[in-house]
């Protein structure tokens, strides 16, 4: 997991927040936002031109999906 900015003590992220992005099967990028302080993160996807995909956005909380962005619209 790559740390995000402030991860460093002193700084103003001093929970340590994290950011992984990996490539996707569909040519874009798979990005996930960590909040370690309440085990918890957010997940979605973009296109090869960094747009968001529609139906990817998600939280999980726990290992447990809490939240799907858009999948019901």
Known sequence: MNRGPGSKPGS?????AGYNERDNKDGGSHHT?????HDNHISWDSDK???YRQGTGHEDR???KV???DRDR
Do not use: C, K, S
């Open 49 to 51: 031109d960094g747009d």
């Open 62 to 64: 726990d290992g447990h």
């Open 33 to 37: 936002l960590y909040d370690p302080r």
């Open 12 to 16: 103003d992220n001093p929970g340590g």
């Open 67 to 69: 939240n799907d962005w």
